[in-house]
């Protein structure tokens, strides 16, 4: 399995030999280093590797992960369950992959804040006239007495809340281009995230 981590920059187009533009998005990674390998066989129980991206002042982690990365200050650590073949300390880089290849890429969500159901559901909000003054974007009822719980607001009725800042994998992406130099890969689509999130990116 190929895999390696990358922060967004923006989205671009390319186009094809037959002269159609396709949507893409830049994804900047620099080289990832392993931080520990997983195996079957050990305590852990199941085969995977874990590595670190970026730099991060050593005075802002703790002394548990300084001594888990050996005193290196990775910004973020990851773990890809199934990678082998890597020992500690091996690096990856974004010419693992190549012009082609399928990949699923999976990180957070843009968040939203605070959302009305409107927005967050897709309610219909209220209707625009007939006397009606201040309910444009109001639920509506959400329950009481009589209702199907009896009286009670049921667990997973839809209302107001925070929205977005969730985990979201888009699947069956294609690899468009690859800049080894610049540590840069192009894949086709959007994915989740503002600018400089950070995506894993796995092979399929």
Same mark, same amino acid.
């Given at each position: 399995?190929? @895999?390696?981590?990358?922060?967004?920059? %923006?989205?671009? #187009? /390319? @186009?094809?030999?037959? &002269?159609?533009?396709?949507?893409?998005?830049? /994804?900047?990674?620099?080289?990832?280093?392993?931080?520990?390998?997983?195996?079957?066989?050990?305590?852990?129980?199941?085969?995977?590797?874990?590595?670190?991206?970026?730099? #991060?002042?050593?005075?802002?982690? =703790?002394?548990?992960?300084?001594?888990? $990365?050996?005193?290196?200050?990775?910004?973020?650590?990851?773990? @890809?369950?199934?990678?082998?073949? /890597?020992?500690? &300390?091996?690096?990856?880089?974004?010419? $693992?992959?190549?012009?082609?290849? $399928?990949?699923?890429?999976?990180?957070?969500?843009?968040?939203?804040?605070?959302?009305?159901?409107?927005? #967050?559901?897709? @309610?219909?909000?209220?209707?625009?006239?007939?006397?009606?003054?201040? =309910?444009?974007?109001?639920?509506?009822?959400? &329950?009481?007495?009589?209702?199907? %719980?009896?009286?009670?607001?049921?667990?997973?009725?839809?209302?107001?809340?925070?929205?977005?800042?969730?985990?979201?994998?888009?699947?069956? /992406?294609?690899?468009?281009?690859?800049?080894?130099?610049?540590?840069?890969?192009?894949?086709?689509?959007?994915?989740?995230?503002? #600018?400089?999130?950070?995506?894993?990116?796995?092979?399929?």
């Amino acid at each position: 399995m190929k @895999f390696i981590l990358a922060r967004k920059v %923006a989205m671009t #187009r /390319l @186009f094809g030999e037959d &002269g159609r533009a396709r949507a893409g998005t830049i /994804l900047k990674a620099g080289p990832v280093t392993v931080t520990q390998v997983k195996t079957a066989e050990g305590k852990d129980g199941y085969q995977a590797l874990q590595v670190g991206e970026g730099n #991060r002042k050593t005075k802002n982690l =703790s002394k548990g992960v300084l001594g888990h $990365t050996k005193g290196k200050g990775f910004a973020a650590i990851r773990e @890809f369950r199934g990678a082998e073949g /890597l020992a500690e &300390g091996d690096q990856v880089a974004v010419d $693992t992959f190549a012009v082609g290849d $399928t990949v699923r890429v999976s990180g957070l969500t843009k968040g939203k804040g605070f959302a009305g159901v409107v927005k #967050r559901h897709g @309610f219909h909000g209220g209707p625009r006239s007939h006397g009606q003054k201040h =309910s444009e974007r109001e639920p509506g009822s959400i &329950g009481g007495s009589g209702g199907r %719980a009896g009286g009670r607001v049921a667990k997973g009725i839809r209302m107001a809340g925070r929205m977005g800042q969730d985990r979201v994998t888009v699947e069956n /992406l294609k690899v468009l281009a690859v800049d080894a130099a610049a540590g840069e890969l192009i894949v086709s689509g959007a994915v989740p995230g503002n #600018r400089g999130t950070l995506l894993e990116i796995r092979s399929v």
